[in-house]
């Protein structure tokens, strides 16, 4: 059975739109959204200043901001049908700058996956496994044990790679090879 790794926030948990939200409310203005993001970075994104920044990162270290994440619409759908098909391995980059964020990992994806493991590193080109399903193109061109697949997001449109846009996509590449 083949090893998929997926990333979590990017491909399945929408990390970008509660992160918006609480940028515009510490902020007290009106940033760019999610959908016209040109950057993995939201922070470059939204244009935000170094000062701006550092607000936003302060105000999410709130210890419950974290557990607000939840998973894309059709992400539980498209893990669950993947499940069926391969060994799935959540691989996600721990948050420096929130005290507890490992543990609202781990605790959205046992709540709709138990039993699914989970890595947390930010060293994912030292994973191995068969692919890679990751929002983050510059984790995917750094390359790995592994053949990757990028899910198309807003941030990442300009960059030409292994592209995939659904789940559906997703399945077809994995069973095609």
Known sequence: ???????????????ATPFHALAEEVLRRTLPPPAEWKYHHSETSMGLSEH???SVLFAARDLHWAESIGLYPGAKKGVLKLLGMADIVFVTA????????CHARRKLLREHFP?????????????????????????LIRGGPWTGLLYRRPWNESVTYNTVYDWEDVYGRITAT
């Open 1 to 15: 059975m083949r090893t998929v790794l997926l990333d979590v926030d990017g491909v399945i948990a929408d990390f």
């Open 115 to 139: 039993g699914v493991d989970v890595i947390h590193t930010a060293a994912k080109h030292r994973v191995k496994g068969d692919f890679l399903v990751e929002d983050n193109a510059t984790c």
């Open 52 to 54: 701006e920044t550092k």
């Open 94 to 101: 721990p948050w420096e700058h929130h005290p507890t964020w």
